[in-house]
């Protein structure tokens, strides 16, 4: 194998785990249930210092996707969560056990 084969290989190899990485952090997102992805997980990444090999161009198209339905789930997960700390801050605290008490629900 020459060196400019062994270079192209390796090029393709480094976008091609890249690339996995990628759709497996998108994918453990949109695959968790609602509200419990753990996106501490995922580890900042750097892009290969060559070129995407253009065999491979496709494939990035379908990863970036992947990865904006994932931003756009934690994000619908983040605002549900905040939702639900809102509720839960409006609950009245500790009270003299002869005061009524109300809850709206409905917020």
């Not at 785990?17 to 497996?24: A, K, N, P, Q």
């Not at 700390?85 to 109300?102: E, F, K, Q, W």
């Amino acid at each position: 194998m020459s060196a400019d084969e062994e270079f192209g290989r390796r090029n393709i190899d480094e976008w091609t785990e890249l690339l996995d990485r990628l759709e497996l952090d998108a994918d453990r997102i949109l695959t968790a249930a609602p509200g419990t992805a753990d996106t501490a997980v995922i580890e900042p990444w750097t892009p290969p210092s060559t070129p995407l090999p253009v065999h491979l161009a496709d494939r990035a198209r379908r990863v970036i996707e992947r990865q904006r339905l994932a931003m756009e789930r934690a994000r619908t997960d983040l605002d549900d969560l905040r939702q639900h700390l809102g509720a839960v801050d409006r609950i009245p605290g500790t009270r003299r056990p002869d005061a009524p008490a109300y809850l709206d629900v409905d917020g």
